[in-house]
């Protein structure tokens, strides 16, 4: 059924969405209890309200797809077909299409997929598993003598016994006797809206959503372009197929708001006559035998149980193009630097009449800063609940048994910072498949069990948050490493018999090194723990990895909570200003010069009896400093597990800043993570502590 519904698409993608990731987790937990009656049906109902959501907005082929995949579904839950390793795999196959299908309509994009292959295999699956005969690629058991005009469909209790003849063509009335066959009962519906209801085209759509939850949209009169523009007296016309009691449908729609009267009738699907012709010849009289005995229905108990949830969840959130939220961003930040600059000017002028106006500025702004950062913030779970099927998808390709363990997923990150861990963890993941866990009689030789066990952790720590990658494989050699690096090239054999364990095992983040014996689909470029390692440091977090050979591996990302509005560090180096990120400070120190100690051309200090390297700012940057003093000031900086004292001339004090991008020529500058506007104007930049180094 086409519909132009484009004012309705984006919430029809989101709930889309949504399904399918309940369809996906089910399948994944149905694949180790294949015996869970609990997690096959919220498989069904999520192809189920799919596969009627799609038809009312007129998505054939998505609907197409999502109705066979309900046909092999039915049958499992009926002892028809046994849950087998193919049956999961053509389902997770039909996953993995519908994701694209969504991903084309929310695009825009005209559709690029083909779904025959699948519906093929899926009615193979019933022909095969479920007995019925059938010629191959029909989902449908061989229709009996006289087949064409598929018998009247028993009226359920407390609707008309005697039946309407309606016609459908082409697509539709495939479609309508595939749903008779698999034992679905036909229905015209007719809904009669109030005669003060100002938004007919609204309640019309309201009503086709509430139907299709329930039900297969056959067909509608008027047409369903007519019916969204409002193009309709009062009522229309739905008729449906649904293998659920008419009355619970009819109830469902007569709590929509302002629908006066709703009519339900069985129905005999019959030739190929236009629907609208035939169902405009027979609604007087439908009407007028359905009412009167259609009212008893009404007096049974409102099934209202599942459909409120969805009210109250229409009330309760309000969906926001995010980059809507990241103006309003953009906004808080600029209303933060002007209320540092009001409260520098309060402090120079000390006007009295000002003080409590400035005070309630200032509380009101942080108030306003920290609801805006929390509308921003999104639980690790919409990251975390897609790496299951990732890694049950690579385990098969490999042979290998894989469980994969969340904790953590309620946590919370930035939105941004969430969306560019994505690809990192991504990396992590496919080495823990394919590098980490050995192949199961590897493991049972070592005594441990033949499955493997990947656990993705995250935990609030302070002001930032680790996500811990971890798996119980075969670990990482330090040796190895080093003699990895020595082979291609990347430090000395003297350097690397001086290297301790620990610095040994970062050597997997430089460029270009793989431990891989041969180059696989999954990995072995020596490409993705530099790419770890890059995208994590430009966020303003870092890496640092554990590993004991023969036990296990773990992988911890420290990341920033927000990459928008941050508390930073000032300081002064020859006569500028810069910002520190203060999550990346551990403390500050004066030194004196005299206990400055140079080993080549690197310059030490001993701290709490730990040797400091020190790092002089101005060097970097090619300034030229006046600290000429007995002592100076260093900023001990964490990177990586590693400590660094960034020598400065003076620290300024902190403050909260708002960061800027930089763009066009200064994008990607070495040493800087951004700019920010001080309060007297001044545009500084933003110390990127991670490349510094």
Same mark, same amino acid.
């Given at each position: 059924? %086409?519909?132009?519904?484009?004012?309705?698409?984006?919430?029809?993608? $989101?709930?889309?969405?949504?399904?399918?990731?309940?369809?996906?987790?089910?399948?994944?937990?149905?694949?180790?209890?294949?015996?869970?009656?609990?997690?096959?049906? $919220?498989?069904?109902?999520?192809?189920?309200?799919?596969?009627?959501?799609?038809?009312?907005?007129?998505?054939?082929?998505?609907?197409?797809?999502?109705?066979?995949?309900? $046909?092999?579904?039915?049958?499992?839950?009926?002892?028809?077909?046994?849950?087998?390793?193919?049956?999961?795999?053509?389902?997770?196959?039909?996953?993995?299409?519908?994701?694209?299908?969504?991903?084309?309509?929310?695009?825009?994009?005209?559709?690029?997929?083909?779904?025959?292959?699948?519906?093929?295999?899926?009615?193979?699956?019933?022909?095969?598993?479920?007995?019925?005969?059938?010629?191959?690629?029909?989902?449908?058991?061989?229709?009996?003598?006289?087949?064409?005009?598929?018998?009247?469909?028993?009226?359920?209790?407390?609707?008309?016994?005697?039946?309407?003849?309606?016609?459908?063509?082409?697509?539709?009335?495939?479609?309508?006797?595939?749903?008779?066959?698999?034992?679905?009962?036909?229905?015209?519906?007719?809904?009669?809206?109030?005669?003060?209801?100002?938004?007919?085209?609204?309640?019309?759509?309201?009503?086709?959503?509430?139907?299709?939850?329930?039900?297969?949209?056959?067909?509608?009169?008027?047409?369903?372009?007519?019916?969204?523009?409002?193009?309709?007296?009062?009522?229309?016309?739905?008729?449906?197929?649904?293998?659920?009691?008419?009355?619970?449908?009819?109830?469902?729609?007569?709590?929509?708001?302002?629908?006066?009267?709703?009519?339900?009738?069985?129905?005999?699907?019959?030739?190929?006559?236009?629907?609208?012709?035939?169902?405009?010849?027979?609604?007087?009289?439908?009407?007028?035998?359905?009412?009167?005995?259609?009212?008893?229905?009404?007096?049974?108990?409102?099934?209202?149980?599942?459909?409120?949830?969805?009210?109250?969840?229409?009330?309760?959130?309000?969906?926001?193009?995010?980059?809507?939220?990241?103006?309003?961003?953009?906004?808080?930040?600029?209303?933060?630097? $002007?209320?540092?600059?009001?409260?520098?000017?309060?402090?120079?002028?000390?006007?009295?009449?000002?003080?409590?106006?400035?005070?309630?500025?200032?509380?009101?702004?942080?108030?306003?800063?920290?609801?805006?950062?929390?509308?921003?913030?999104?639980?690790?779970?919409?990251?975390?609940?897609?790496?299951?099927?990732?890694?049950?998808?690579?385990?098969?390709?490999?042979?290998?048994?894989?469980?994969?363990?969340?904790?953590?997923?309620?946590?919370?990150?930035?939105?941004?910072?969430?969306?560019?861990?994505?690809?990192?963890?991504?990396?992590?993941?496919?080495?823990?498949?394919?590098?980490?866990?050995?192949?199961?009689?590897?493991?049972?030789?070592?005594?441990?069990?033949?499955?493997?066990?990947?656990?993705?952790?995250?935990?609030?720590?302070?002001?930032?948050?680790?996500?811990?990658?971890?798996?119980?494989?075969?670990?990482?050699?330090?040796?190895?490493?080093?003699?990895?690096?020595?082979?291609?090239?990347?430090?000395?054999?003297?350097?690397?018999?001086?290297?301790?364990?620990?610095?040994?095992?970062?050597?997997?983040?430089?460029?270009?090194?793989?431990?891989?014996?041969?180059?696989?689909?999954?990995?072995?470029?020596?490409?993705?723990?530099?790419?770890?390692?890059?995208?994590?440091?430009?966020?303003?977090?870092?890496?640092?990895?554990?590993?004991?050979?023969?036990?296990?591996?773990?992988?911890?990302?420290?990341?920033?909570?927000?990459?928008?509005?941050?508390?930073?560090?000032?300081?002064?180096?020859?006569?500028?200003?810069?910002?520190?990120?203060?999550?990346?400070?551990?403390?500050?120190?004066?030194?004196?010069?005299?206990?400055?100690?140079?080993?080549?051309?690197?310059?030490?200090?001993?701290?709490?009896?730990?040797?400091?390297?020190?790092?002089?700012?101005? %060097?970097?940057?090619?300034?030229?400093?006046?600290?000429?003093?007995?002592?100076?000031?260093?900023?001990?900086? %964490?990177?990586?597990?590693?400590?660094?004292?960034?020598?400065?001339?003076?620290?300024?004090?902190?403050?909260?800043?708002?960061?800027?991008?930089?763009?066009?020529?200064?994008?990607?500058?070495?040493?800087?993570?951004?700019?920010?506007?001080?309060?007297?104007?001044?545009?500084?930049?933003?110390?990127?502590?991670?490349?510094?180094?």
């Amino acid at each position: 059924m %086409d519909m132009d519904m484009a004012e309705y698409k984006e919430e029809f993608v $989101n709930e889309a969405r949504e399904h399918l990731q309940i369809l996906n987790q089910s399948l994944l937990d149905l694949e180790h209890d294949t015996s869970n009656m609990d997690l096959l049906n $919220n498989i069904f109902r999520a192809a189920h309200t799919l596969k009627g959501s799609s038809a009312t907005m007129g998505f054939m082929e998505l609907n197409k797809l999502t109705h066979r995949m309900e $046909n092999v579904l039915d049958a499992i839950r009926n002892g028809e077909t046994a849950v087998t390793s193919v049956v999961l795999d053509t389902t997770f196959d039909c996953f993995d299409m519908l994701e694209v299908m969504i991903d084309e309509i929310d695009a825009d994009s005209p559709s690029s997929v083909d779904v025959s292959d699948l519906v093929n295999q899926l009615d193979s699956l019933l022909t095969e598993d479920g007995g019925t005969g059938g010629q191959e690629g029909s989902a449908a058991p061989a229709e009996p003598a006289g087949a064409g005009q598929p018998e009247p469909v028993e009226a359920p209790a407390g609707l008309p016994e005697t039946g309407q003849a309606f016609t459908l063509s082409g697509d539709d009335l495939e479609i309508a006797n595939d749903a008779i066959n698999q034992g679905l009962s036909v229905f015209k519906m007719r809904i009669d809206l109030e005669d003060t209801c100002a938004l007919k085209s609204v309640r019309a759509v309201m009503v086709l959503k509430s139907i299709g939850d329930h039900a297969d949209i056959l067909a509608t009169v008027p047409g369903a372009e007519a019916i969204e523009d409002g193009e309709f007296d009062q009522g229309f016309d739905v008729i449906f197929g649904t293998e659920e009691d008419g009355n619970v449908i009819k109830e469902s729609v007569g709590h929509v708001n302002e629908v006066s009267k709703v009519d339900i009738i069985p129905a005999i699907i019959e030739s190929a006559k236009p629907v609208a012709e035939a169902v405009a010849e027979s609604t007087s009289e439908s009407e007028a035998e359905s009412a009167p005995e259609a009212a008893p229905a009404v007096q049974k108990t409102p099934a209202t149980g599942a459909k409120k949830p969805d009210v109250v969840r229409s009330v309760q959130s309000v969906r926001v193009n995010i980059e809507k939220l990241d103006a309003l961003v953009n906004m808080v930040g600029e209303l933060v630097i $002007n209320k540092i600059r009001l409260l520098q000017i309060q402090s120079t002028h000390q006007i009295k009449e000002l003080d409590e106006t400035v005070s309630n500025i200032d509380r009101l702004t942080n108030d306003l800063r920290d609801e805006v950062m929390q509308m921003r913030m999104v639980p690790v779970d919409q990251i975390f609940k897609r790496f299951p099927r990732m890694v049950r998808d690579l385990a098969k390709k490999k042979g290998k048994e894989i469980e994969v363990v969340l904790e953590g997923r309620d946590i919370e990150l930035d939105r941004t910072v969430l969306d560019e861990i994505g690809e990192p963890m991504v990396h992590l993941i496919r080495n823990c498949v394919d590098h980490g866990i050995e192949p199961a009689d590897v493991r049972e030789r070592a005594g441990k069990p033949g499955g493997g066990v990947i656990k993705l952790i995250a935990r609030r720590e302070k002001n930032h948050v680790d996500i811990k990658v971890v798996d119980d494989g075969g670990g990482i050699d330090p040796d190895k490493l080093r003699a990895k690096a020595v082979d291609k090239g990347l430090i000395s054999k003297g350097d690397a018999e001086a290297m301790s364990d620990e610095n040994a095992l970062m050597l997997i983040f430089a460029p270009g090194f793989s431990m891989a014996e041969a180059i696989t689909d999954i990995s072995g470029r020596g490409v993705g723990m530099d790419v770890v390692k890059t995208s994590i440091e430009a966020l303003g977090g870092s890496v640092s990895l554990e590993s004991d050979v023969g036990v296990g591996t773990t992988v911890t990302l420290k990341l920033p909570l927000t990459m928008a509005i941050i508390q930073a560090l000032l300081v002064e180096v020859a006569q500028h200003v810069y910002a520190v990120p203060i999550s990346s400070v551990l403390e500050t120190v004066s030194v004196p010069t005299d206990s400055i100690r140079a080993m080549g051309q690197q310059k030490l200090i001993t701290l709490r009896g730990n040797v400091l390297p020190l790092m002089w700012v101005h %060097d970097l940057f090619g300034n030229i400093s006046e600290n000429g003093h007995e002592e100076v000031t260093a900023v001990v900086v %964490d990177r990586g597990g590693q400590q660094v004292g960034l020598v400065v001339d003076s620290l300024i004090g902190q403050q909260e800043i708002a960061i800027k991008s930089l763009s066009g020529m200064l994008a990607g500058v070495k040493g800087f993570a951004g700019a920010t506007i001080l309060g007297d104007g001044k545009v500084i930049m933003i110390l990127d502590v991670a490349s510094m180094l």
